[in-house]
Each structure stands twice: as structure tokens, then as C-alpha cells.
């Protein structure tokens, strides 16, 4: 079950994520080793299995689960390139991702084309970045209102 929150949360440091009734959230084949990034009001982080997590606040679609309803605790995403992505990167209201055959995807506020959707509309689930096609991309990093792929 994934405690989510239509309002804004205020986020604080937590040893460990825990569900609403204080017990451990258990995330299955977790590899802290694989890249983790923490953005304005969220983090996301990756599995070695076929998960992508991600939780915070939502505005904008930033956590990239379809809505902008936040999440108080880590909840996967259901977005099939996303689940086997080898880099995940936050910025400040939106976030990238690369794939194992150097795609990336982008979600979240696209106000000042930090997405490289071709627009400026947010998008609240992962949208592969089609204009880097024939590239292949290693690394992804964000800043507040850009994203920088090599």
C-alpha cells in the first residue's frame, strides 16, 4: 500500500523509509550501489531488479507516477523503459532517465524545455527525449531548470 498525498508534504531526514504505521519499507533486490540522486523535494532510486522508485512531493508530475498527487513513502513506477534504466537524475521539478541502450526519458515540469520534449508542457509520465535519437547516452545529470546528457 503507497501513502500518497494530495497536499505539500514537508519532507525531513529519515533513516530508513518507513510506511505510515513506523515499520521498514522493504525494497525487494535494492542496490544502494546504483546511482540514487535526491531533487528539490524528492529522490528517486534504482533496483537491480525491475523497479523504479520514487517518492516526494508531485508536483508537476515530477515523481512521474501519472498524476501530481505526492508520496510520502517510495513507490515504484510503472513505466516499462523506466524500470530497467541504468541512471536516474533529479532536478529541481523534473527528472531524467537513461536506459541501458542509451535512451532517455524525461518527466515533470517542462515550463523552460528542460524536458527536450520539443515544448514546454509538463509531462506527468516518462516521455523518451526523441531529438537525442542515434545517440547513445551514458550519463544524465539536472540542474534546477535544465538536464544535461552525455
Known amino acids: 500500500m503507497n501513502h500518497r498525498d494530495s497536499s505539500s508534504p514537508t519532507f525531513g531526514s529519515a533513516a530508513s523509509p518507513t510506511s505510515p504505521g513506523g515499520s521498514t519499507v522493504s525494497f525487494p533486490q535494492l542496490d544502494v550501489s546504483t546511482p540514487s540522486h535526491v531533487g528539490k523535494t524528492r529522490a528517486s532510486s534504482l533496483s537491480i531488479g525491475p523497479a523504479a522508485w520514487t517518492w516526494g512531493w508531485g508536483e508537476f508530475g515530477r515523481l512521474g507516477h501519472g498524476d501530481t498527487v505526492s508520496c510520502l513513502e517510495p ?29 532517455v526519458l524525461a518527466w515533470g515540469w517542462g ?33 534546477c531548470n535544465c538536464a544535461l546528457p552525455a
Request: overall charge negative; some cysteine; proline content about 3%.
Open 75 to 103: 513507490t515504484s513506477l510503472s513505466h516499462d523503459a523506466v524500470a530497467g534504466a541504468v541512471l536516474i537524475a533529479c532536478g529541481g521539478h523534473h527528472t531524467v532517465a537513461v536506459t541501458p541502450d542509451g535512451e
Open 111 to 143: 515550463a523552460e524545455g528542460q524536458l527536450g520534449l520539443s515544448g514546454s508542457s509538463d509531462h506527468l509520465t516518462p516521455s523518451v527525449v526523441r531529438s537525442l535519437g542515434g545517440h547513445r547516452i551514458t550519463f544524465a545529470a539536472c540542474g
